[in-house]
């Protein structure tokens, strides 16, 4: 008795950590729980949103993805963009897109995907953007049937539109200053104001405006012809030209969906190294002094 006086704390201690123990194992429980009643019972989606090029035409869209990572079919009530409390909604274009005569259904464990241009984005919120310059932060909205709404940030949307709404202010500032200095020019003989020469100092996006209007020029001039064909040739046929080519000229022409590639091989055989004939040179000298 005395010596379990003297170490009854050894008990507590022990009978502590089998509660801690016990409380980790429940919380554990009930997360998981939690996580697969809204698997299974609830509806769990997921939406996308993001800037794509098309690699044929180059084209720019904006592609939205939206998720169904429940274990059952969900109805799509609403989907779209919250931008300032305002919406935009794609869910009547996705019915008329697709042809569809009710609510577009996910199945479990799968997605549906939309397209559309996103000038129609930068238009609605250039437009509803009221007095601020700037671009808040971008929302993407998804609502099931049933009123449960899932709202997430875009952040690397916003960033591209924050960035493209920059660059117009900055060539906004630059008309508005030409036309300044165009209106001081006819009331004042033909002279630069004093404004402009300390202007031309700190910016330099009108020189920048020509050279990339200039670069726009060229690329168009540059582009690859995308009209010979669409398909990918086959693999064995390819291969035949080009061991036929490779015997003949160490070249081939393969067509892909960009027009026509020359690819050309190292010819046929090893070179010699020079280790060899190195060799070769010792022993004819050896020879001859035997």
């Known amino acids: 008795m005395e010596w379990l006086k003297t170490n009854g704390w050894i008990f507590s201690i022990i009978a502590i950590g089998l509660v801690l123990v016990v409380f980790v194992i429940c919380l554990m429980i009930f997360f998981k729980t939690r996580k697969l009643s809204n698997s299974i019972v609830d509806s769990s989606l997921k ?23 429940s274990f059952k079919d969900v109805s799509i009530g609403d989907f779209g963009i919250d931008y300032r409390n305002q919406r935009l909604n794609f869910l009547a274009e996705y019915i008329e897109s697709k042809k569809l005569n009710s609510l577009p259904i996910i199945q479990a464990r799968t ?42 940030k875009n952040r690397a949307l916003s960033k591209v539109l924050r960035q493209r709404q920059e660059q117009r202010l900055k060539l906004a500032r630059i008309i508005v200053h030409d036309k300044k200095v165009a209106e001081y020019r006819q009331s ?72 026509e590639i020359k690819m050309t091989y190292l010819s046929e055989g090893k070179p010699k190294t020079r280790k060899k004939k190195v060799k070769e040179d010792v022993s004819s000298v050896k020879e001859e002094d035997k």
């Open 188 to 259: 004042h003989d033909d002279r630069d104001p004093m404004s402009h020469s300390i202007w031309k100092v700190f910016h330099h996006q009108s020189s920048k405006m020509d050279i990339s209007e200039l670069i726009d020029e060229l690329s168009d001039r540059q582009k690859f012809d995308i009209t010979k064909t669409k398909q990918i040739p086959d693999f064995q046929s390819a291969s035949a030209n080009t061991k036929t080519s490779y015997d003949a000229s160490n070249s081939t022409t393969i067509s892909s969906s960009s027009g």
């Open 111 to 152: 997605s549906i995907n939309f397209r559309f241009n996103p000038q129609k984005l930068e238009k609605f919120i250039l437009s509803h953007n009221y007095k601020e310059t700037k671009i808040s932060t971008i929302y993407m909205v998804v609502t099931d049937s049933v009123g449960n709404e899932f709202v997430k």
């Open 47 to 69: 939406m996308t949103a993001s800037l794509m090029y098309d690699s044929d035409d180059g084209n720019e869209v904006l592609n939205i993805n939206i998720f169904n990572t």
